[in-house]
């Protein structure tokens, strides 16, 4: 039996979240002639938009400035590999303070190899967060610079500090994480400018940034830590027997993003 689920928004109406809706609704995209790359954007959007996708908030140490940390709500995150070791990926669409933030970062370990930075044991320098269904509040802060221009300020009940990076309270868990590599998407479609690019990292953030407005930068990271703050049950019993339990019980619901609205999901009762 195919397990269903409802996702709840802001409105209290529930939609239906089943494969076959989202299949019917790509076909009738694509019954419209697609032959542009605005054209695909267009139709890739309008999908997205009524896809649930769960929302995750970045946190990074800065290093320069005079703040000590920034962050920003992610509108892509997605696990990688977990072999060799657990890799995850993000986008920040430029200009971007977080990114400004992570490029101190990413100019230290841009001399390091993979094995480098799995043999030398490094210390986080950001965190991924994992919103529960209760952080809306925390996911518009993160995404609102126009209203919150510094988001950690009188912010400090709401995270603490792990392994040196902030990870932000009453999420579902949070991953401390080091930079492995980024690559700037919109020299992507050219080897020549992307080889360039790639030469001078840090020229790819900034107000004079040689990768111009409406840009994005894919960056790669290796998770070195999970923080499991949504967890609220034990794994194992008396005698330290693992116990296989049911998520809904010691899990809160996870934050998702849909139709331009957030809510959350809940199981459907089946027939």
């Known amino acids: 039996m195919p397990k269903f689920l409802t996702l709840v928004g802001r409105n209290s109406r529930a939609y239906t979240i089943h494969a076959r809706r989202t299949l019917r609704l790509a ?104 919103l529960a269904a209760s952080q809306s509040d ?50 992507a479609g050219d080897r020549t400018k992307l080889a360039a690019a790639m030469k001078d990292p840090a020229s790819w953030s900034g107000e004079n940034s040689r990768l111009g407005p409406s840009s994005s930068v894919l960056y790669l990271a290796r998770v070195l830590h999970v923080e499991n703050f949504g967890y609220t049950g034990s794994m194992h019993d008396t005698d330290g027997k693992e116990v296989k339990e049911s998520c809904d019980g010691v899990w809160p619901p996870p934050l998702v993003y849909h139709r331009r609205s957030y809510g959350t999901v809940q199981r459907l009762e089946q027939a």
């Open 27 to 130: 076909c009738s995209i694509s019954n419209a002639p697609i032959s542009t790359d605005d054209d695909v954007r267009e139709a890739l959007r309008t999908l997205l938009q009524h896809t649930a996708q769960p929302v995750s908030v970045l946190t990074v140490k800065c290093l320069s400035g005079d703040e000590p940390y920034h962050g920003a709500t992610l509108s892509s995150f997605s696990s990688v590999a977990f072999h060799p070791f657990p890799i995850v990926s993000f986008a920040l669409q430029l200009p971007s303070r977080s990114a400004d933030a992570l490029q101190p970062h990413l100019a230290h370990t841009s001399t390091q190899t993979l094995s480098d930075v799995d043999n030398d044991k490094p210390t986080p320098n950001f965190a991924i967060n994992i």
């Open 138 to 187: 925390t996911a518009i802060r993160f995404s609102r610079p126009d209203l919150y221009p510094k988001p950690f300020s009188d912010f400090e009940s709401r995270y603490t500090i792990s392994r040196g990076v902030p990870v932000l309270r009453g999420s579902l868990g949070a991953l401390p994480c080091v930079l492995l590599a980024s690559f700037p998407l919109r020299e």
